[in-house]
Protein backbone atom coordinates (compact mmCIF):
# COMPACT_ATOMS: atom_id res chain seq x y z
CA UNK A 1 0.00 0.00 0.00
CA UNK A 2 1.22 3.47 -0.79
CA UNK A 3 0.42 6.80 -0.08
CA UNK A 4 1.90 10.63 -0.85
CA UNK A 5 1.97 11.58 2.44
CA UNK A 6 5.25 10.68 4.52
CA UNK A 7 4.94 9.16 7.51
CA UNK A 8 3.82 11.31 10.61
CA UNK A 9 2.80 9.83 13.54
CA UNK A 10 0.86 13.25 14.61
CA UNK A 11 -0.78 13.37 11.17
CA UNK A 12 -3.88 11.52 10.84
CA UNK A 13 -3.82 10.87 7.31
CA UNK A 14 -0.19 9.60 7.39
CA UNK A 15 -1.05 7.39 10.80
CA UNK A 16 -3.94 5.48 9.41
CA UNK A 17 -1.93 4.47 5.84
CA UNK A 18 0.90 3.34 7.65
CA UNK A 19 -0.79 1.43 9.94
CA UNK A 20 -2.89 -0.24 7.36
CA UNK A 21 0.06 -1.08 5.61
CA UNK A 22 1.51 -2.99 8.78
CA UNK A 23 -1.31 -5.39 9.21
CA UNK A 24 0.02 -6.29 5.20
CA UNK A 25 3.45 -7.39 6.89
CA UNK A 26 3.82 -11.12 7.87
CA UNK A 27 3.55 -10.89 11.91
CA UNK A 28 5.16 -13.31 14.81
CA UNK A 29 1.51 -13.75 16.14
CA UNK A 30 0.27 -15.68 12.98
CA UNK A 31 3.80 -17.85 12.71
CA UNK A 32 3.53 -18.50 16.15
CA UNK A 33 -0.12 -19.73 15.28
CA UNK A 34 1.13 -21.75 12.65
CA UNK A 35 3.72 -22.76 14.90
CA UNK A 36 0.96 -24.80 17.41
CA UNK A 37 -1.12 -26.24 14.53
CA UNK A 38 1.80 -28.12 12.35
CA UNK A 39 -0.34 -31.21 11.60
CA UNK A 40 -3.51 -28.89 10.53
CA UNK A 41 -4.21 -28.99 6.57
CA UNK A 42 -7.54 -26.87 6.87
CA UNK A 43 -6.92 -22.94 8.12
CA UNK A 44 -9.32 -21.18 8.80
CA UNK A 45 -8.65 -17.03 8.60
CA UNK A 46 -11.26 -15.45 10.86
CA UNK A 47 -12.17 -13.71 14.22
CA UNK A 48 -11.89 -15.85 17.28
CA UNK A 49 -12.42 -16.64 20.82
CA UNK A 50 -9.40 -15.36 23.22
CA UNK A 51 -7.99 -15.19 26.22
CA UNK A 52 -9.24 -11.55 26.21
CA UNK A 53 -12.51 -12.33 24.75
CA UNK A 54 -14.47 -15.12 26.00
CA UNK A 55 -16.89 -15.85 24.25
CA UNK A 56 -17.66 -17.47 20.92
CA UNK A 57 -17.17 -15.57 18.01
CA UNK A 58 -17.38 -15.54 14.17
CA UNK A 59 -14.48 -17.83 13.30
CA UNK A 60 -15.15 -20.57 15.76
CA UNK A 61 -18.87 -20.95 14.32
CA UNK A 62 -17.24 -21.25 11.20
CA UNK A 63 -14.36 -23.09 12.29
CA UNK A 64 -17.19 -25.82 14.02
CA UNK A 65 -19.08 -26.20 10.65
CA UNK A 66 -15.97 -28.00 9.06
CA UNK A 67 -15.36 -29.99 12.24
CA UNK A 68 -18.86 -31.28 12.15
CA UNK A 69 -18.52 -32.55 8.59
CA UNK A 70 -16.09 -35.23 9.71
CA UNK A 71 -12.48 -33.19 10.63
CA UNK A 72 -10.72 -32.88 14.16
CA UNK A 73 -10.19 -30.04 16.28
CA UNK A 74 -6.37 -30.98 15.26
CA UNK A 75 -6.96 -30.57 11.59
CA UNK A 76 -8.35 -27.24 11.49
CA UNK A 77 -5.99 -24.48 12.58
CA UNK A 78 -7.28 -20.76 13.77
CA UNK A 79 -5.58 -18.02 12.34
CA UNK A 80 -6.27 -15.23 13.52
CA UNK A 81 -6.89 -12.59 10.70
CA UNK A 82 -8.70 -9.67 12.34
CA UNK A 83 -7.07 -6.54 11.69
CA UNK A 84 -4.86 -4.47 14.84
CA UNK A 85 -6.81 -2.36 17.12
CA UNK A 86 -4.05 0.21 15.98
CA UNK A 87 -5.46 0.54 12.29
CA UNK A 88 -8.96 0.01 13.45
CA UNK A 89 -8.37 2.96 15.88
CA UNK A 90 -6.12 4.51 13.28
CA UNK A 91 -8.73 4.49 10.30
CA UNK A 92 -11.76 5.28 13.09
CA UNK A 93 -10.11 8.70 14.42
CA UNK A 94 -10.17 9.94 10.29
CA UNK A 95 -13.99 11.11 10.90
CA UNK A 96 -13.26 12.92 14.22
CA UNK A 97 -9.82 13.97 14.26
CA UNK A 98 -9.22 18.05 14.02
CA UNK A 99 -6.03 18.77 11.90
CA UNK A 100 -4.46 20.56 9.04
CA UNK A 101 -6.04 18.42 6.64
CA UNK A 102 -9.58 18.86 4.99
CA UNK A 103 -12.40 17.01 6.05
CA UNK A 104 -12.97 16.06 2.82
CA UNK A 105 -9.21 14.75 2.88
CA UNK A 106 -9.87 12.60 5.42
CA UNK A 107 -13.30 10.89 4.76
CA UNK A 108 -12.29 9.82 1.69
CA UNK A 109 -9.00 8.01 3.60
CA UNK A 110 -11.59 6.72 5.90
CA UNK A 111 -13.72 5.38 3.01
CA UNK A 112 -10.31 3.78 1.08
CA UNK A 113 -8.95 1.94 4.34
CA UNK A 114 -12.10 1.27 5.47
CA UNK A 115 -12.58 -0.93 2.21
CA UNK A 116 -8.88 -2.28 2.36
CA UNK A 117 -7.95 -2.99 5.88
CA UNK A 118 -9.41 -6.43 5.68
CA UNK A 119 -7.65 -7.27 2.69
CA UNK A 120 -4.48 -5.89 4.09
CA UNK A 121 -4.69 -8.00 7.13
CA UNK A 122 -5.35 -11.18 4.95
CA UNK A 123 -2.45 -10.29 2.77
CA UNK A 124 0.12 -10.41 5.57
CA UNK A 125 -1.51 -13.45 6.68
CA UNK A 126 -1.01 -15.19 3.64
CA UNK A 127 2.43 -13.81 3.52
CA UNK A 128 2.84 -15.86 6.42
CA UNK A 129 1.95 -18.94 5.39
CA UNK A 130 3.63 -18.79 2.16
CA UNK A 131 6.92 -17.67 4.23
CA UNK A 132 6.41 -20.66 6.52
CA UNK A 133 8.50 -24.03 4.73
CA UNK A 134 6.93 -26.02 7.67
CA UNK A 135 3.03 -25.33 6.76
CA UNK A 136 0.94 -27.73 5.85
CA UNK A 137 -1.79 -26.45 4.92
CA UNK A 138 -3.47 -27.05 1.84
CA UNK A 139 -6.93 -25.56 2.22
CA UNK A 140 -8.33 -21.93 3.48
CA UNK A 141 -11.03 -21.21 4.31
CA UNK A 142 -12.31 -17.07 4.66
CA UNK A 143 -15.53 -15.80 6.30
CA UNK A 144 -14.99 -12.58 5.93
CA UNK A 145 -15.45 -10.04 3.00
CA UNK A 146 -15.79 -5.98 2.53
CA UNK A 147 -18.66 -4.59 0.20
CA UNK A 148 -19.43 -0.80 -0.54
CA UNK A 149 -22.49 -1.31 1.22
CA UNK A 150 -20.34 -2.23 4.30
CA UNK A 151 -18.47 1.14 4.08
CA UNK A 152 -21.42 3.18 3.53
CA UNK A 153 -22.80 1.82 6.56
CA UNK A 154 -19.63 2.83 8.71
CA UNK A 155 -20.43 6.32 7.21
CA UNK A 156 -24.15 5.72 7.73
CA UNK A 157 -23.41 5.17 11.41
CA UNK A 158 -20.85 7.82 12.17
CA UNK A 159 -23.47 10.36 10.55
CA UNK A 160 -26.37 9.98 12.57
CA UNK A 161 -27.77 9.76 16.18
CA UNK A 162 -28.69 6.61 17.17
CA UNK A 163 -30.88 7.19 20.43
CA UNK A 164 -32.14 10.60 18.78
CA UNK A 165 -35.50 11.52 16.59
CA UNK A 166 -34.80 10.29 12.85
CA UNK A 167 -32.70 12.43 10.73
CA UNK A 168 -30.47 13.55 13.79
CA UNK A 169 -27.25 14.23 13.00
CA UNK A 170 -23.71 13.79 14.98
CA UNK A 171 -21.22 16.59 14.41
CA UNK A 172 -19.72 14.26 11.87
CA UNK A 173 -23.04 13.97 10.16
CA UNK A 174 -23.53 18.22 10.16
CA UNK A 175 -20.06 18.30 8.20
CA UNK A 176 -21.15 15.69 5.77
CA UNK A 177 -23.92 17.82 5.26
CA UNK A 178 -21.53 21.04 4.84
CA UNK A 179 -19.40 19.25 2.83
CA UNK A 180 -22.18 17.72 0.37
CA UNK A 181 -24.20 20.86 0.05
CA UNK A 182 -26.95 19.12 1.32
CA UNK A 183 -29.85 22.15 0.76
CA UNK A 184 -32.94 20.16 2.79
CA UNK A 185 -34.38 21.91 5.93
CA UNK A 186 -36.74 18.93 6.86
CA UNK A 187 -34.79 16.10 8.89
CA UNK A 188 -36.38 13.72 7.00
CA UNK A 189 -35.54 14.87 3.64
CA UNK A 190 -32.27 16.04 4.78
CA UNK A 191 -31.78 12.27 6.00
CA UNK A 192 -32.57 11.07 2.47
CA UNK A 193 -30.31 13.52 0.82
CA UNK A 194 -27.42 12.60 2.73
CA UNK A 195 -27.47 9.43 2.66
CA UNK A 196 -27.34 9.17 -1.13
CA UNK A 197 -24.66 11.76 -1.21
CA UNK A 198 -22.74 8.85 0.84
CA UNK A 199 -23.49 6.51 -1.49
CA UNK A 200 -21.99 8.35 -4.28
CA UNK A 201 -19.13 9.31 -2.38
CA UNK A 202 -17.98 5.63 -1.49
CA UNK A 203 -18.47 4.25 -5.15
CA UNK A 204 -16.97 7.28 -6.80
CA UNK A 205 -13.89 7.23 -3.75
CA UNK A 206 -13.50 2.97 -4.35
CA UNK A 207 -14.36 3.05 -7.98
CA UNK A 208 -11.10 5.55 -8.61
CA UNK A 209 -8.84 4.09 -5.75
CA UNK A 210 -5.23 3.31 -6.41
CA UNK A 211 -4.94 1.90 -3.09
CA UNK A 212 -7.79 -0.51 -3.56
CA UNK A 213 -6.33 -1.26 -7.02
CA UNK A 214 -3.01 -1.91 -5.27
CA UNK A 215 -4.15 -4.09 -2.16
CA UNK A 216 -5.87 -6.00 -4.89
CA UNK A 217 -3.40 -6.98 -7.08
CA UNK A 218 -1.07 -7.76 -4.05
CA UNK A 219 -3.79 -10.53 -3.31
CA UNK A 220 -3.96 -11.78 -6.46
CA UNK A 221 0.05 -12.74 -6.71
CA UNK A 222 -0.09 -13.99 -3.07
CA UNK A 223 -3.51 -16.56 -4.60
CA UNK A 224 -1.20 -16.99 -7.87
CA UNK A 225 1.76 -18.52 -5.26
CA UNK A 226 -0.66 -20.10 -3.10
CA UNK A 227 -1.97 -21.80 -5.56
CA UNK A 228 1.24 -22.78 -7.11
CA UNK A 229 1.89 -24.48 -4.05
CA UNK A 230 -1.30 -26.37 -4.06
CA UNK A 231 -2.91 -23.86 -1.17
CA UNK A 232 -6.98 -22.95 -2.43
CA UNK A 233 -8.73 -20.30 -0.91
CA UNK A 234 -12.61 -20.85 -0.12
CA UNK A 235 -13.95 -17.29 0.51
CA UNK A 236 -17.68 -16.20 1.31
CA UNK A 237 -19.64 -13.80 -1.39
CA UNK A 238 -21.31 -11.77 1.50
CA UNK A 239 -24.61 -10.69 2.78
CA UNK A 240 -24.77 -7.18 1.37
CA UNK A 241 -27.67 -8.10 -1.08
CA UNK A 242 -30.23 -7.24 1.06
CA UNK A 243 -28.83 -4.03 1.89
CA UNK A 244 -28.88 -3.44 -1.67
CA UNK A 245 -32.70 -4.35 -1.95
CA UNK A 246 -33.14 -2.33 0.96
CA UNK A 247 -31.39 1.08 -0.44
CA UNK A 248 -33.12 0.50 -3.91
CA UNK A 249 -36.35 0.01 -2.50
CA UNK A 250 -36.02 3.16 -0.41
CA UNK A 251 -35.67 4.98 -3.27
CA UNK A 252 -31.45 5.52 -3.51
CA UNK A 253 -29.60 5.38 -6.54
CA UNK A 254 -27.21 2.44 -5.99
CA UNK A 255 -25.10 0.83 -8.60
CA UNK A 256 -25.20 -2.85 -9.14
CA UNK A 257 -21.41 -3.36 -7.66
CA UNK A 258 -22.27 -2.25 -4.46
CA UNK A 259 -23.00 -5.22 -2.84
CA UNK A 260 -19.91 -6.79 -4.37
CA UNK A 261 -17.15 -8.31 -2.06
CA UNK A 262 -13.97 -5.96 -2.81
CA UNK A 263 -11.89 -9.02 -1.20
CA UNK A 264 -13.25 -11.80 -3.91
CA UNK A 265 -10.42 -10.73 -6.85
CA UNK A 266 -7.74 -13.69 -7.93
CA UNK A 267 -7.31 -17.95 -8.06
CA UNK A 268 -9.92 -18.71 -5.32
CA UNK A 269 -13.86 -20.64 -4.91
CA UNK A 270 -16.17 -17.95 -3.83
CA UNK A 271 -19.42 -19.15 -2.35
CA UNK A 272 -22.83 -17.83 -2.28
CA UNK A 273 -25.82 -19.40 0.01
CA UNK A 274 -29.09 -20.97 -1.29
CA UNK A 275 -32.06 -21.73 0.67
CA UNK A 276 -33.72 -24.85 0.49
CA UNK A 277 -36.87 -23.20 1.22
CA UNK A 278 -37.84 -25.86 3.41
CA UNK A 279 -38.23 -28.23 0.81
CA UNK A 280 -36.07 -31.76 -0.12
CA UNK A 281 -36.51 -30.90 -3.96
CA UNK A 282 -33.32 -29.00 -5.74
CA UNK A 283 -35.87 -27.27 -7.91
CA UNK A 284 -37.25 -25.37 -5.23
CA UNK A 285 -33.97 -23.74 -4.65
CA UNK A 286 -33.27 -20.02 -3.82
CA UNK A 287 -30.44 -17.35 -4.02
CA UNK A 288 -30.83 -16.27 -0.05
CA UNK A 289 -32.08 -13.40 -0.05
CA UNK A 290 -28.81 -11.87 2.04
CA UNK A 291 -26.40 -13.53 -0.81
CA UNK A 292 -24.42 -11.09 -3.37
CA UNK A 293 -24.65 -12.45 -6.72
CA UNK A 294 -22.22 -10.64 -8.17
CA UNK A 295 -20.28 -12.31 -11.39
CA UNK A 296 -17.02 -13.46 -9.25
CA UNK A 297 -19.55 -15.65 -7.17
CA UNK A 298 -18.87 -19.21 -8.67
CA UNK A 299 -20.91 -21.55 -6.36
CA UNK A 300 -23.68 -21.69 -4.03
CA UNK A 301 -24.30 -23.85 -0.71
CA UNK A 302 -26.43 -24.37 1.80
CA UNK A 303 -26.40 -21.40 3.69
CA UNK A 304 -29.84 -20.90 6.17
CA UNK A 305 -30.17 -22.65 9.46
CA UNK A 306 -26.22 -24.50 9.17
CA UNK A 307 -25.66 -26.39 12.36
CA UNK A 308 -22.81 -24.45 14.30
CA UNK A 309 -21.39 -24.91 17.90
CA UNK A 310 -23.93 -22.10 19.00
CA UNK A 311 -26.53 -23.46 17.20
CA UNK A 312 -28.05 -22.55 13.69
CA UNK A 313 -26.84 -19.52 11.73
CA UNK A 314 -27.39 -17.85 8.54
CA UNK A 315 -25.40 -16.45 5.97
CA UNK A 316 -22.48 -16.92 3.52
CA UNK A 317 -20.24 -17.57 6.21
CA UNK A 318 -21.87 -20.48 6.93
CA UNK A 319 -22.10 -22.14 3.10
CA UNK A 320 -18.19 -21.38 2.65
CA UNK A 321 -16.73 -24.05 4.85
CA UNK A 322 -19.23 -26.52 3.59
CA UNK A 323 -17.32 -25.74 0.64
CA UNK A 324 -14.02 -26.13 1.86
CA UNK A 325 -14.89 -29.37 3.84
CA UNK A 326 -16.06 -30.72 0.86
CA UNK A 327 -12.62 -29.74 -1.02
CA UNK A 328 -10.41 -30.59 1.34
CA UNK A 329 -11.88 -34.88 1.57
CA UNK A 330 -11.38 -34.49 -1.68
CA UNK A 331 -7.53 -33.43 -1.44
CA UNK A 332 -7.04 -36.78 0.86
CA UNK A 333 -9.04 -38.81 -1.35
CA UNK A 334 -6.76 -37.46 -4.26
CA UNK A 335 -3.76 -36.17 -3.51
CA UNK A 336 -2.40 -36.64 -7.10
CA UNK A 337 -5.17 -34.69 -8.07
CA UNK A 338 -4.28 -30.63 -9.24
CA UNK A 339 -5.46 -27.80 -7.85
CA UNK A 340 -7.98 -27.38 -11.03
CA UNK A 341 -8.70 -30.72 -11.05
CA UNK A 342 -9.87 -30.62 -7.09
CA UNK A 343 -12.11 -27.39 -7.91
CA UNK A 344 -14.11 -28.88 -10.92
CA UNK A 345 -15.07 -31.68 -8.78
CA UNK A 346 -16.02 -29.94 -5.81
CA UNK A 347 -17.86 -27.79 -8.81
CA UNK A 348 -19.88 -30.54 -9.44
CA UNK A 349 -21.04 -31.08 -5.93
CA UNK A 350 -22.78 -27.95 -5.19
CA UNK A 351 -24.24 -25.52 -7.16
CA UNK A 352 -23.69 -23.21 -9.81
CA UNK A 353 -23.88 -19.50 -9.14
CA UNK A 354 -24.87 -20.01 -13.24
CA UNK A 355 -27.47 -22.04 -12.76
CA UNK A 356 -29.60 -19.18 -10.56
CA UNK A 357 -28.57 -16.46 -12.85
CA UNK A 358 -30.34 -18.60 -15.91
CA UNK A 359 -33.17 -19.40 -13.53
CA UNK A 360 -33.75 -15.79 -12.55
CA UNK A 361 -33.28 -14.51 -16.22
CA UNK A 362 -35.68 -16.52 -17.52
Not at 71 to 81: G, L, T, Y
Request: charged share 25%.
Amino acid sequence: MTTTTPYNASNPLSKAYWSVRQDSVPTETTRHQLDGNSTATVGVLDMFESDSVQWVLHGDKVRSVIIGAGFSEAEVAKIDNSPSSASNKAVGDLLYASDDESFSDRMDAYIELSATALLSKTNGTLRTILEDPKAQLHTLNQSQGTSRADVYQLLNGAAFQRNGAYGSLTDVGLKMVELFGVKAEDPSERAKELRQACIDRVQNVLDQSAVVKEVQNQHVQLLQDLRERGVTLVTSAGNSADELWRLRNQGFQVDDSFDDDLTSVGPKIVVGAFDPMGTPWPEDDQVAYFSSEYPGVQILAPGVNVTTISGSETGTSFAAPLVTAELEKLRRSHPEWSVLELEQSVFSKFRLADEFRVKTSS
